[in-house]
Structures are given as C-alpha cells and as structure tokens.
C-alpha cells in the first residue's frame, strides 16, 4: 500500500464512518478497485483509521463528553455487548472481509432502512426522545447491542445504532448522535485490539506506523466535515436515500465482481 492508497482509503473512512453505509464496507470496496488484496496489513489498516474518524467525533463533543459523567455511563453500558462478542469472535470476524459479504450486506440493510422508516412514518411515536439526557440505560443497552450486527462487513455500525435508535423512540437527529458517541468507546477498543493482534506488521516496517498515521488523519479532517452535513441532511431528510444508495451499491458490486 503506498501513501496514495493510504490517502483515498482514508477520505473513504472519514466520509462513510458516520454515514449508515458502512465505511469498512466502502473501504473494502475501495480497497478491491485499487487493487488492494484484504492482507493482514490491509486489514488491520482497515480498522486502525477509522481512530481517526472518531477523534473527529471527540473534538466535535468535547465540551458535552467533560461535563456529562451521565452520558459516558450510558456510553459504557452500550459498549459493553459489542466488546464481549468481539473478544468471543475476533477470528471470526475478520474471516468475514470480503467483497461478497460487503455487497450483500449493503442491500439487505438497505431494504431494513426503507422498511424502518416506512414503519415510523406510519407509527411515528408521541412523545420522540429528541435530547441525549432522555435515553435510559436500557435503550443505551438496546442500541448498543446492535452494534454486534456491524461486525459483519457491509452492516454499518452506524447505520445499525441509528435503526434501532429510531425503533427505541429517538428522532432521528438524537439517533446519529448518539450513534457517533457509541463509537468513541467501541472504535477506540476495536482499533487498540486490532493493532495489538498486528503487533508484527508495526515492528516488520516503521514505514507502515507512517502510512496509518496519513491515513488516520486524512479521515480525522473529512470526518469534521462529513458529521457536520450529515447532522444538518437529518434534520431535515429521512433514511431512505441512504438505503436506496446503499441497493444500489450492493447491486453494482456485486455485478462488477461476477
């Protein structure tokens, strides 16, 4: 992987992390039309970045993450199902980086949004959580838990947290920013456990530590750009382009690789 590569899979991560459309997805879609075979190395890049991503989401809410102890329990409490299952299946799990797996996990989650949506349009609650502070412990449980589907690649973390978000009651801007919270604990995890499983790759080459560190923050500065229009398009738009973008992905892939 030269700095090029490193370059584009990072703008890649740092536009599709909070997008629910799966940004290691797209990056193993990005991957394929570099020319970029899922190595080890690609792999564990793959995850490793998407620190960047999240330092975004961090410098974004810094203010609110000092000052609400509140909001980190319920934080914790969300994490806590995706760090037990990851740890039982991490080997598992990277099995699963494929092209095929990210085209059909592009579409039916596609379908899961529209039909979502269409549901809420018709059963819209009374009484919509449109504050962080309004969330129990039990919906932040709930939210969490679905973070485990994202561990198929295709799924989308956040496009999982923010279906059921919007299930458990929350608008839809509630949603993705609780969303993008839950991903300060799971992504930091994630990004230490897969870095220390890779030891190696670090130690074989100081040159890849340098190609992390530019892919890094090449999502880092996109991220900021992309949370803020994603949370301004939510306010005002619902789901259902993202899931029509994402059956069309799925579809196209899954045709350039046949």
């Known amino acids: 992987m030269g700095i090029l590569d490193a370059i584009i899979l990072g703008v890649v991560e740092g536009l599709t992390e909070f997008l629910p459309i799966s940004s290691t997805g797209h990056m193993i879609l990005a991957s394929e039309l570099l020319g970029l075979e899922q190595t080890s190395f690609v792999k564990c890049f793959e995850v490793v970045i998407q620190l960047g991503s999240i330092l975004a989401v961090v410098f974004?809410?810094?203010n609110r993450l000092k000052q609400d102890i509140n909001l980190w329990i319920k934080l914790i409490i969300g994490f806590l199902p995706t760090a037990f299952i990851g740890l039982m299946l991490y080997s598992h799990i990277k099995s699963l980086f494929s092209s095929n797996t990210v085209a059909y996990m592009l579409i039916l989650w596609g379908v899961i949004f529209i039909i979502v949506e269409l549901y809420r349009k018709k059963n819209r609650p009374k009484n919509e959580i449109v504050n962080l502070n309004d969330i129990s412990y039990k919906q932040a449980f709930i939210i969490g838990l679905s973070q485990c589907f994202a561990m198929i690649p295709g799924t989308s973390r956040s496009g999982a947290t923010i279906i059921t978000s919007l299930l458990c009651g929350l608008n839809r801007t509630t949603a993705a920013?609780?969303?993008?919270?839950?991903?300060?604990?799971?992504?930091?995890?994630?990004?230490?456990?897969?870095?220390?499983?890779?030891?190696?790759?670090?130690?074989?080459?100081?040159?890849h530590i340098f190609i992390f560190l530019i892919g890094g923050f090449v999502a880092f500065v996109v991220a900021l750009f992309a949370i803020k229009i994603f949370l301004n398009f939510v306010s005002k738009f619902d789901y259902i382009p993202f899931g029509i973008y994402r059956i069309i992905v799925g579809f196209v892939f899954l045709i350039w690789i046949l």
């Open 60 to 62: 974004m809410f810094f």
């Open 177 to 207: 920013q609780f969303s993008f919270l839950l991903a300060i604990p799971t992504m930091f995890a994630a990004t230490l456990y897969d870095s220390y499983k890779n030891i190696e790759i670090f130690k074989e080459n100081l040159n």
